[in-house]
């Protein structure tokens, strides 16, 4: 987002915060990328996906391709950090990259900033052993 709308968002946040509206927790929030609005878990439904799979989705004409991670590198001075997502479109609103604090192949990157590719944005490298399962992607 230009410098703007960013504003315009985090504003938005801070007031619905400051009134109750909203609240921070350590969850995720299931999204509806056709309907555009966050969706309860009764809402969901969960199918544990292992392997490359082609399935039908609400508002696409074609099977859309689940159970695939992709992986990109972000630079970091002449180094790169590689993550892993399944869904390379969410890089775009990326604002910080998690790793595991005992994953000995980012030790060396604690604290440290990677660029953002398309919009020179410092990223900052943190670490979170809840979170981040270093296995995960490996």
């Known amino acids: 987002m230009d410098e703007k709308r960013s504003w315009a968002v985090t504003e938005a946040f801070v007031r619905l915060y400051k009134e109750g509206l909203i609240y921070r927790d350590l969850r995720l ?4 990328c056709i309907s555009r609005t966050e969706m309860s878990d009764i809402e969901v439904d969960y199918e544990d ?10 508002g696409y004409e074609k099977p859309v391709e689940l159970g695939v991670l992709t992986s990109f590198a972000y630079p970091i ?4 950090i590689i993550v892993a997502t399944t869904r390379v479109e969410t ?12 994953d000995e192949r980012y030790m060396g990157f604690h604290g440290k900033f990677a660029i953002h590719p398309f919009n020179g944005r410092k990223l900052p490298i943190i670490c979170d052993a809840i979170l981040v399962d270093k296995n995960l992607g490996a």
Do not use: F, S, Y
């Open 49 to 58: 996906i292992k392997v490359r799979t082609l399935l039908k989705v609400p």
């Open 91 to 102: 890089m775009l609103g990326d604002t910080t990259i998690a790793v595991h604090p005992d």
């Open 77 to 80: 001075g002449g180094e790169e």
């Open 29 to 32: 929030v299931n999204w509806g």
